[in-house]
């Protein structure tokens, strides 16, 4: 069956200091990965998409196969990176049906 | 543009009773997917519709069902409620075809007591 895992309920680092937020997944498939975003009182929102291969915000994440996990990194963290982030797989060729981690709410101090 | 709306954001049922919660994409969006956040079990797909159909399904019983009109706007239903249905319902809208970006509602806040 379809799973993701986000390992850490919550991570804080100081600004400045480098993020990764761990998710892997667990599906038999060929696995649409996403990052999404919910800051405070704001609705959750698309951060990025594996098969964009893009950098928003700082952020990278790369799809690892063989160990089935889709990290999300940052080198240098900031305060507005403060957040929910949760990790989400898609399956059937849209974003219409996702599967989604318990989340990690990341907490960056000054 | 606008975004996706959702309605009502608040809601307080009691148990046994049903309700309908309403969705409105984004103009253009063919897809709308719903979703139950609750604190244990985290973010769980409902079903997604697109062009009035149902296109996926989660595991969920079927007290909990769904539909799409003509115009993509969806209304999703609860019948005989239980406690446990207490939960913010999230829905999505995107446009549909493959690897299209997902934009979601603000949520409506359903409590049974």
């Known amino acids: 069956a379809q799973r993701v895992t986000q390992p850490e309920k919550l991570l804080s680092v100081f600004k400045g200091a480098p993020v990764e937020l761990k998710c892997n997944y667990s599906?038999?498939?060929?696995?649409?990965l996403f990052w999404y975003v919910q800051y405070s009182r704001q609705r959750l929102q698309l951060l990025l998409r594996?098969?964009s291969r893009e950098s928003i915000k700082g952020f990278t994440a790369d799809l690892n196969k063989g160990e089935t996990s889709f990290h999300l990194k940052k080198p240098f963290a900031q305060e507005e990176d403060s957040a929910m982030y949760y990790c989400?797989?898609?399956?059937?060729?849209?974003?219409?049906?996702?599967?989604f981690g318990k989340g990690t709410k990341l907490s960056v101090k000054p | 543009k606008a975004g996706v709306t959702q309605t009502p954001r608040y809601l307080i049922k009691t148990r046994g009773q049903q309700v309908t919660l309403s969705c409105s994409p984004i103009?253009?969006?063919?897809?709308v997917s719903w979703y139950q956040q609750t604190p244990g079990q985290g973010l769980q797909f409902l079903f997604e519709?697109?062009?009035?159909?149902?296109?996926n399904k989660g595991n969920f019983p079927g007290r909990f069902s769904g539909r799409q009109f003509s115009n993509s706007r969806s209304e999703m239903n609860v019948s005989t409620l239980e406690l446990g249905d207490s939960a913010l319902y999230l829905c999505?809208?995107?446009?549909?075809?493959?690897?299209?970006?997902?934009?979601f509602g603000q949520g409506t806040r359903l409590t049974v007591v």
């Open positions: 599906y038999s498939g060929s696995p649409e």
């Open positions: 519709y697109f062009s009035e159909t149902q296109r």
């Open positions: 103009s253009g969006h063919r897809s």
């Open positions: 999505a809208s995107s446009v549909g075809s493959y690897n299209t970006e997902a934009f």
């Open positions: 594996h098969i």
């Open positions: 989400a797989l898609g399956y059937g060729g849209s974003q219409g049906n996702l599967i």
